[in-house]
């Protein structure tokens, strides 16, 4: 996603979910359909579904927000910061939402034929000014060079960007970007001055941002006046947010495509399953993504929690397994 064409591509994707079938409609399959029809399935499940929770939608309201500011702002402009630690689901938020925001733009018409609405960067290891804005360079498809001229180039990404009409600009890995040392801090100014240089709302993820460094001394504070920091939380399981989990474990489930899961069961393993991956839905997902793989490679077609965390099988299912 690093380049116009490989984000275009991302945006433009659509993956339909499989037609709902039950075992004997596949069964009834030729071997060649049984096979696509699995891995149709096994693809939707990691690329084409996304559980839009109360935090996913929380944070696109406030981009929103900022992105409708800034039309009539020439400086000082706002933007977003979403902070959370690994495998929170910062990365797939932040461009599930740029790419939501880009389809309902290209949907009304406002983006011509060479519009660049969206521009979805990382922030390098060690970075310096340059590197930052190589970056951008790279995402653009401008012609490297071997000698330019920093301020050169920072124009010229500027001018392009106002060209290509781009609103929304997505900075990963923004906790690299450490204030305390001195080429990283003028990688943050370089940020700034591109900002002020050209339209469009800046938003940033990073993992623990408010613990990385880019919020310290005079430079944070600036950054920190400037941006809504948006934290990624894990989902509890206490009190009224235990409900918040539960929709969460049946969303996840109702996307995973199995012919036999019956709705809801996963919710005999909430508890397990929250133990397991501490209330944090990257792992939840690849977890479950991966028992789904197996159940859909071997026939099972359901979740088998009860053979992974060693409990004991609900009264119907274990009747029904006797029978």
């Not at 380049?3 to 991302?10: D, E, L, Y």
């Not at 891995?39 to 990691?46: D, S």
């Not at 997505?170 to 204030?179: G, S």
Request: glycine content about 10%.
């Amino acid at each position: 996603m690093n380049t116009k064409q490989g984000w275009a591509g991302f945006v433009d994707e659509i993956l339909d979910a499989p037609v709902p079938m039950r075992r004997e409609e596949l069964e009834a399959l030729s071997p060649g359909d049984r096979a696509l029809n699995r891995e149709a399935r096994k693809q939707f499940m990691i690329r084409g579904s996304v559980v839009h929770t109360a935090q996913f939608k929380a944070i696109e309201t406030e981009i929103l927000r900022r992105l409708m500011l800034n039309r009539y702002k020439s400086h000082g402009k706002l933007g977003v910061i979403v902070s959370g630690e690994p495998n929170i689901g910062k990365t797939t938020t932040i461009t599930q939402i740029a790419r939501r925001f880009e389809r309902r733009r290209r949907g009304i018409g406002a983006v011509g034929s060479n519009a660049i609405p969206v521009i979805y960067v990382s922030v390098p290891p060690s970075c310096t000014p340059k590197l930052m804005l190589g970056e951008f360079a790279h995402f653009l498809g401008l012609p490297e060079r071997a000698r330019y001229n920093t301020g050169e180039l920072m124009n010229t990404i500027a001018t392009l960007i106002g060209t290509c009409g781009t609103e929304l600009i997505v900075v990963d890995e923004i906790h690299n970007l450490n204030q305390r040392y001195r080429q990283m801090a003028e990688a943050s100014d370089t940020l700034k001055q591109l900002s002020e240089k050209c339209p469009g709302t800046f938003v940033y993820a990073g993992v623990d941002v408010e613990a990385s460094g880019l919020l310290d001394g005079a430079r944070g504070r600036q950054i920190s006046s400037r941006f809504q920091i948006m934290n990624l939380q894990k989902f509890p399981r206490t009190g009224k947010a235990k409900q918040a989990w539960a929709n969460l474990l049946v969303a996840v489930e109702g996307s995973l495509g199995l012919l036999e899961q019956e709705p809801g069961a996963i919710l005999r393993h909430e508890r397990e399953l929250h133990d397991a991956t501490g209330g944090i839905i990257g792992d939840l997902t690849s977890t479950l993504h991966m028992l789904a793989i197996d159940a859909i490679d071997s026939g099972a077609e359901r979740l088998d929690l009860d053979a992974v965390f060693g409990t004991k099988p609900a009264p119907a299912a274990a009747a029904s397994a006797s029978a």
